[in-house]
């Protein structure tokens, strides 16, 4: 009878696992359009109320050809933060004689903005004009959104900047 009760005992508890789905792995990924890709990124950092504006550029075959790190002072919102990374990635092209690119950033909000390219009246839609207007002067632009993972180059260059003087390239 012993046996029976660890049987119940058993049946009573037992759970079938869900089979581990495999996490897609999100990686950076070769421009498609352009020659050369600027992956960017914003970080917070709240203790300082400042904030780390982060930008890879890489060419074609993925290799790195210039980073920027930068902070700035907070501009109250996150959204304000991804805003200025993706102003400052277009701006750092012409600084680095690229006139054309793929701009690829981890907020959906800033990337849809940029890429419908109408008026946005958030607070941060006056640095969209600005990156829109400085863009309009590359020979190719494209604004795309990538997942955290795929941007993750970008976004410890950006958490780096708690620890730089205020520019590095």
Not at 9 to 15: I, V
Not at 52 to 77: N, T
Not at 141 to 169: D, I
Request: proline share 4%.
């Amino acid at each position: 009878m012993k046996g029976g009760y660890l049987e119940e005992f058993l049946q009573c508890n037992y759970r079938e696992e869900p089979p581990l789905v495999p996490r897609l792995q999100i990686r950076w990924s070769t421009p498609t359009q352009c020659r050369y890709k600027f992956n960017y990124d914003g970080a917070v950092f709240q203790d300082k109320g400042e904030a780390g504006l982060g930008v890879i550029a890489r060419d074609a075959r993925g290799l790195p050809m210039a980073s920027l790190v930068q902070r700035i002072k907070y501009p109250m919102s996150m959204e304000a933060v991804e805003a200025l990374a993706a102003k400052r990635a277009i701006q750092f092209a012409f600084e680095i004689g690229i006139r054309e690119g793929e701009f690829e950033g981890d907020s959906s909000t800033i990337v849809n903005a940029l890429t419908n390219g109408e008026q946005c009246d958030a607070v941060f839609g006056l640095i969209l004009e600005d990156a829109l207007t400085i863009s309009s002067r590359l020979t190719s632009c494209k604004f795309l959104h990538v997942k955290r993972q795929g941007n993750s180059v970008a976004h410890a260059l950006a958490r780096y900047a708690q620890h730089c003087v205020e520019l590095e390239v």
